[in-house]
């Protein structure tokens, strides 16, 4: 026996090799399922190369979206892909020509008919109830610790801490170039601003929505929030983050040129770390005051600033 034998051509290694990556995929998702967070150490907050599934919910409503997809929409989906699997088999295998040579005539059957009806609607009413408390949880806003106002733009975004929470400033949050990066220090390429809007743990926010110009949408996975960013519009949504960290999203509405560089930084901190922050943003930001504008006749906002 030549020694060489086992040695695969290099094509075969690399299919070898990514069968065995694809091969982890389901494994590394029902680890995620199983193990939950326990053992994680701190919210990743991003997307990582080579994961599947959703990323670490940090929020109560993530956690709902998680459940509900892992343990009720999932199920079902694989229940019917290997009922409908199992059935097309039974027809290729037991009704083809050779095997099946004179056919059935028949063309109705009452029981069956009724049962492909029924339980389709069946399904989908245990879809829909779980579906429309998730639902209500998102829309119904409990009693919030504080607001802040999100103003979508071409191409980022505007925080506004109101000034009856302490704040009373205005900040623009861009997408940081790359020659500006800093890995050392958790700079993330595509995803890291250079202005990154900042609220306590723990703490219910109402977010307001809006826009400048076009429709944007506002999206942090793992807070498990997504709204439009509609111009003359103001929608609203909230999040309670459970665990500090670092968490992003990005604008998922198609919104023009740099539609892909607008990404939203979210930093979740202590309640001390997050007083010392507002100290130190409303002089940062003292220039952008946001004091109401008092509008007589028919000026507006955009001729007064003129
Ligand atoms: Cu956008």
């Known amino acids: 026996m030549r020694s060489g034998r086992w040695s695969l051509p290099e094509a075969a290694r690399k299919a070898a090799a990514f069968g065995i ?13 199983m193990l939950g967070n326990a053992f994680a150490e701190a919210p990743m907050g991003h997307p990582v190369p080579d994961e599947i599934g959703f990323q ?12 509900f997809h892992d343990w009720l ?15 097309l088999l039974i027809c290729i295998f037991k009704f083809n020509e050779k095997a099946n040579p004179t056919p059935s005539r028949t063309t109705h059957n009452s029981f069956l008919e009724v049962a492909w009806t029924i339980l389709p609607v069946l399904i989908l009413v245990v879809i829909a109830i779980p579906s429309f408390r998730l639902l209500t949880h998102q829309l119904v806003i409990p009693a919030s610790d504080m607001t802040v106002k ?11 801490y109101p000034p009856d929470q302490g704040g009373g400033f205005e900040f623009d949050s861009a997408i940081k170039a790359d020659a500006d990066l800093k890995p050392e220090e958790g700079d993330i390429r595509q995803l890291s601003v250079d202005n990154e809007a900042v609220v306590p743990v723990g703490k ?26 509609v111009p003359g519009r103001l929608n609203e949504t909230w999040f309670k983050a459970e665990r500090e960290g670092m968490y992003y999203g990005q604008c998922s509405k198609l919104c023009g040129r740099d539609h892909a560089y607008m990404p939203i930084a979210f930093r979740v901190v202590s309640p001390e770390a997050y007083a010392t922050w507002l100290a130190d943003a409303k002089k940062k930001y003292a220039s952008n005051s946001t004091e109401p504008l008092h509008l007589a006749g028919n000026e507006t906002a955009e001729s007064i600033r003129k």
Do not use: M
């Open 150 to 160: 999100v103003t979508g733009k071409q191409w980022y975004w505007s925080y506004s």
């Open 21 to 33: 990556k694809i091969a982890g995929y389901p494994a590394a998702f029902f680890n995620s399922l």
């Open 73 to 87: 929409v999932l199920p079902i989906i694989i229940g019917i892909c290997i009922f409908v699997a199992v059935l």
């Open 56 to 67: 670490d919910a940090v929020t109560p409503i993530a956690e709902e979206i998680h459940h």
């Open 204 to 229: 219910t926010i109402r977010v307001q929505v809006t826009a400048d110009d076009v429709i944007h949408s506002f999206v942090i996975q793992a807070f498990g929030i997504r709204i439009d960013a």
